[in-house]
């Protein structure tokens, strides 16, 4: 069964204190790996897409990675503004055929 | 990115009523639409997976009588909740699916927050 975790469910952070947000996929042939951004009682935003194991792409202060396995979402010296809800998704079977399959996500709270 | 516009953001509504959620993508053509739910502090769930000008797809447990899709157009998809119900009362999200160059990536509208009394 194809499925996406994500940890830690939550994160608090400082201002400027860099962390990482993971993403465990088991999924058979990985057709990419999406990130999104989703603020409360709003739409999810999206941010990257990777397709291939050592694929990097970089927005800001957010960049992803993808392995075989596993994406991480590294967060250089946040901002209060990153705060938010990062879902992680991979196109997954569904009844008809494909639509993403998403982690719960991880709440990160950047405090001054 | 692309825009994807979803109306109306917030509908409350008497037990017994059916509301219509509208989706439309504003710059780009969707032969494929998706519509999820989404419980406070849980991740978003596929309910169908609606295709311009054919029946909509709806995972298994959705019902289908109760959740109508009619994807008219390549731009407009829309939710009907009929005779909803207490139950009902969530977050509606829709996304709009790009291809070729963008790669098949998902456009979410802003969601509908539908409060069912």
């Known amino acids: 069964e194809d499925q996406v975790t994500q940890s830690p469910e939550a994160l608090r952070l400082q201002e400027g204190e860099s962390s990482s947000l993971n993403c465990s996929y088991t999924?058979?042939?990985?057709?990419?790996l999406f990130w999104y951004r989703q603020d409360p009682g709003k739409g999810p935003e999206f941010l990257f897409t990777?397709?291939?194991a050592g694929e990097e792409k970089e927005k800001e202060r957010l960049k992803a990675t993808l392995t075989k396995k596993e994406s991480f979402l590294h967060i250089t010296a946040p901002k209060p503004e990153d705060s938010a809800t990062y879902l992680c998704a991979v196109p997954g079977r569904n009844q008809a055929g494909t639509a993403l399959i998403f982690g719960k996500g991880t709440t990160l709270s950047v405090s001054s | 990115g692309a825009v994807v516009s979803q109306h109306p953001s917030r509908v409350i509504c008497k037990s017994g009523t059916s509301v219509k959620i509208e989706c439309r993508s504003l710059d780009f053509q969707a032969t494929t639409m998706f519509w999820y739910r989404q419980f406070p502090k849980q991740s978003l769930m596929l309910m169908a997976t609606s295709n311009e000008g054919s029946k909509a797809t709806y995972e298994q447990g959705v019902e289908k009588d109760k959740f109508l899709i009619n994807h008219a157009s390549l731009t407009l998809s829309t939710l009907t909740v009929t005779s909803a119900h207490p139950e009902d009362s969530s977050f509606y999200i829709c996304?709009?699916?790009?291809?070729?160059?963008?790669?098949?990536?998902?456009?979410f509208g802003a969601g509908t927050r539908l409060s069912v009394l």
């Open positions: 996304s709009a699916r790009t291809s070729g160059g963008l790669a098949n990536i998902q456009y």
């Open positions: 999924v058979s042939g990985l057709r990419g």
């Open positions: 990777l397709y291939s």
